[in-house]
């Protein structure tokens, strides 16, 4: 199985570079264990403009065996402080993740969550979910959820957006690591222009060195 899950991420990876098609999310994959990658999300509106936020996805249960994707969804974790997910990496329960993959028809889950759709991907899952809930936090769920914290603010959003950067170089070493790496072997993919561009590092498509 896991032969075929390193096919299926390599397919998907190649895919996503030859499309050019996200212009806010960069997905990068760790050639040490395929079945770790990263996302790293920004250009988003309002209290999160700063911010740039690093999710992880695996794509192994707790004992390290190898899941069966696409048919299951990774898990996924933020590693990066927001003030909606907790940043320590742990699942979150979103209504497109395990917690909601194998509801069954007419049950109370099901009525309250969509599950998952292999059909998604890797992009497509991380977002459903920072779409469907750090955009739109106000309107989401107060209650919280396994990782999705109850009490937000906006001045804890503000504040955590303007020092994800740093917080990511410091504490998200491995991510960034690749993330970089993706941005110098792809600088002429939209996704990389934006984030260089919402970093000051560009503009209009130059260097800002550039006369």
Known sequence: MEQRVHKIIINQQNSYVRKDEEENIIWVVDPADLRISYCLVFGLLDEFSRGEYIFRLTLSDSCGRTIDYPTQPPKLGCLTPNGIFQS???????????????????????????????????TGFVKTVVFGIMVDWEHA??????????????????????????????????????????????????????????????SGGSSTADP
Not at 168 to 179: C, D, F, I, S, W
């Open 88 to 122: 320590d990496g742990g699942s979150i329960c979103v209504s497109v993740g395990e917690f909601h993959s194998n509801v069954a028809a007419g049950t109370f889950a099901m009525k309250h969550a969509h599950g998952w759709r292999r059909t998604l991907g890797i």
């Open 141 to 202: 769920d107060q209650a919280g959820g396994i990782r999705i914290i109850s009490d937000k603010s906006k001045p804890a959003i503000v504040k955590y957006a303007a020092d994800s950067c740093r917080f990511n170089t410091k504490h998200n070493t491995r991510a960034m690591e690749l993330v970089n790496q993706f941005i110098a072997d792809h600088p002429d993919l939209k996704s990389v222009k934006n984030l260089l561009e919402s970093r000051g590092v560009i």
